[in-house]
């Protein structure tokens, strides 16, 4: 906080497209994409007649009980995008909330079943699903958490796979540990385990940390076998973030929930979605007595504007993957980080998948560390304000997410601008590395 304080702040005043333009009139490419939501870009024109059009029609009704229109075509359209396996949607307003809601659902699920033993959730390590308190039990974030662990229910934490690849090169992929760890959860006690929690082919909130293909399948395959549920959440993978509109469909994965946020509705307005089988919906009808229903409701649930821009969002993103224009971005980002990063001697490692990015800063004298106090990669992104580029770190390693409609050019500048960001503050901070040990 008290950086936050010290530092001057940015007051981003408009937007258009993949850049932010702040109070004093000066633009920065959206290098977040807006905290990992933006698909189209912003002030898009389709997103922004869709919601003026639902404005006209109704702003706000609630989903308890009632429904509107919006939302049931939403549902429909979210349903296709998982073959119909996934016919049933929970909307509400958040990624966490998306996660909650699969979490509780699933808890309700075997008790419904008569299996209420059936409470283990297991996770991957350093995975992040919200910052709720039910997120932060099955996740593992460290830092960002660990002063609540007290309050939270026990989880377990699978190893997470080893996987590294940039503009499409693997230096190291292994998932062995991982399903071996998975392997012996199950055999030990999957009649005590609820569910499997994953973001599928790449941990954003970890620092962009990928799996190897085929990983996400070998999971479900396990989780079938063993009568165990799989919440996939792609709050960050969904929505063309790795080149496709969902991540486990490229995995060819139907989980039992699906969790979406952030790009369903295209980075505009707050939208969550829970998506599940008929199966496991069937499991909560019942007459009223038997109190099978399941209470979980947030007041702007599927919002209509939410709603009404998620559906002019999800209408444009089909064509625009289909064009192969996302497939060139994608392929010129990887280029740029190589051709940018992998040789520069600050730089230990380059992460890429998809339009996900990191890279790992360090002193170039790999004996050494910089003090966490020093803020290294907090300097480097307000070094990169200054090149025309808005990005956020993650301790020492910057997160590369730009918006999915983004230009090849685009991600040259965000390239070119994250590099001279390291050469103004990178140099100096050479002498006040300390000995690793
Ligand atoms: C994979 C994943 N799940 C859940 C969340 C939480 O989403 P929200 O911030 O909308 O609650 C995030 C946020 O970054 C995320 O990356």
């Known amino acids: 906080m008290r950086e936050y304080l010290d530092h001057p702040r940015l007051h981003v005043a408009r937007a258009k497209g993949c850049w932010l333009f702040d109070t004093d009139g000066n633009r920065y490419f959206d290098g977040t994409a807006s905290l990992w939501t933006n698909v189209h870009g912003h002030g898009d024109p389709d997103l922004d007649a869709a919601l003026r059009n639902q404005l006209d029609q109704v702003a706000h009704t609630t989903l308890l009980g009632i429904n509107h229109p919006s939302a049931a075509a939403l549902a429909g359209e979210l349903a296709h995008l998982t073959g119909g396996k996934l016919n049933r949607c929970f909307f509400s307003d958040n990624g966490s909330n998306a996660v909650e809601i699969a979490l509780k659902l699933s808890f309700q699920y075997w008790q419904l079943a008569g299996k209420p033993e059936k409470r283990v959730v297991a996770g991957l390590t350093g995975g992040y699903h919200g910052d709720t308190f039910g997120t932060m039990a099955v996740g593992d974030s460290g830092g960002f958490h660990e002063r609540f662990a007290p309050w939270l229910f026990p989880a377990k934490h699978i190893p997470a796979p080893v996987h590294v690849e940039c503009a499409g090169k693997v230096a190291h992929s292994d998932a062995t540990q991982s399903l071996a760890a998975l392997d012996a959860i199950l055999a030990a006690e999957a009649d005590r385990t609820a569910s499997v929690i994953l973001e599928p082919r790449v941990q954003g909130a ?32 969904g929505f063309g973030r790795l080149g496709a509109v969902t991540a486990s469909s490229v995995e060819g994965v139907a989980p039992d929930f699906l969790c979406l946020a952030k790009g369903l509705s295209g980075g505009y307005i707050p939208l969550a979605a829970t998506l599940t089988s008929d199966a496991i919906h069937d499991a909560f009808l019942g007459r009223f007595s038997q109190q099978r229903a399941f209470y979980h409701g947030h007041t702007f649930s599927g919002n ?69 106090d020093l803020r290294v990669g907090f300097q480097v992104s307000l070094a990169a304000r200054k090149h025309g580029l808005v990005i956020r770190p993650l301790g020492d390693s910057i997160l590369i997410v730009p918006p999915i409609v983004a230009t090849p050019d685009e991600v040259r500048h965000l390239a070119r601008a994250l590099h001279a960001a390291l050469d103004d503050i990178l140099p100096g901070l050479e002498s006040a590395a300390v000995p690793l040990h």
């Not at 709603?307 to 994608?330: D, F, N």
Request: with cysteine; glycine share 6%.
């Open 206 to 237: 970890a620092g962009m940390v990928q799996q190897p293909p085929g990983f996400v399948a070998a999971v479900a395959e396990r989780c079938r076998r063993a009568g165990v549920h799989l919440i996939l959440d792609e709050v960050f993978t």
């Open 304 to 372: 209509p504007l939410a709603c009404a821009v998620a559906r002019a969002s999800l209408a444009k993103l089909r064509p625009l993957l289909a064009s192969g224009r996302v497939a060139e971005t994608i392929t010129t980002l990887g280029n740029q980080l190589v051709s940018h990063f992998t040789t520069h001697p600050n730089v230990a490692e380059v992460r890429q998948l998809g339009l996900t990015g990191a890279i790992d800063l360090v002193p170039r004298d790999r004996n050494r560390r910089w003090p966490a």
